[in-house]
């Protein structure tokens, strides 16, 4: 049952990115929200598989990446749920907009960005969790350690006030899909990773 656990959520997660990518690409506000909360609830699951088959070395690293994988779905589900509900039902004020609606790039947009931020931090830590037995299980190693990295730009890019809701559409959706592309592969290793792990 942990095998399939970890294999399972690893194609959930997969599902998720691809729909939120295309979401995106046509413009499908509500769409990239809903397959938002999918990733991470599949993102929770794929770092408890890397906690539970990780070797004793490892554990603790494991336990800190369900730890931060917590606390990114948290503040994610907390800022798609209210743009599903909130902002899509509610005739809200243009102060509460500003505040509430992501697209005004304000609070919750900012928020967003951290949960983000807090997701390297788990992937780092899964990173670490990693034995490079197989040229499949470097390349994940390496990216999942590799998009920590993103921990920096997340986090300084809300405090620097790089995005504004009069900003160019097109920019956010590029590196969005440019995420996309690099995460892929990783649902993908995590995939052929939990495949070859023996319960």
């Known amino acids: 049952m942990n095998k399939k656990i970890g294999v399972y959520s690893s194609i959930a997660n997969l599902i998720a990115v691809i729909c939120f990518a295309l979401s995106m690409l046509f413009g499908f506000d509500n769409g990239s929200y809903f397959s ?49 509900t909130t902002v899509r039902l509610s005739e809200l004020t243009q102060q509460a907009a500003i505040l509430l609606d992501f697209q005004q790039c304000g609070l919750l947009f900012n928020y967003d960005l951290l949960g983000y931020a807090v997701m390297s931090l788990a992937t780092f830590f899964a990173g670490l969790t990693v034995t490079s037995r197989t040229k499949a299980d470097q390349w994940l ?42 995460f892929c592969p990783i649902s993908i290793l995590s995939f052929l990773h939990f495949s070859n792990c023996k319960e």
């Open 36 to 84: 938002s909360m999918f990733i991470a609830f599949s993102f929770v699951l794929m770092m408890c598989g890397y906690a539970y088959f990780a070797e004793k070395e490892t554990k603790l690293a494991g336990y800190v990446s369900i730890a931060f994988s917590a606390i990114y779905t948290a503040i994610i589900l907390l800022v798609y749920f209210a743009q599903l």
């Open 141 to 182: 190693k390496y990216l999942l350690m590799i998009h920590g990295t993103f921990f920096i730009s997340c986090l300084i890019a809300p405090m620097l006030g790089l995005f504004k809701a009069n900003s160019p559409t097109w920019v956010g959706v590029a590196v969005l899909e440019f995420w996309c592309l690099y």
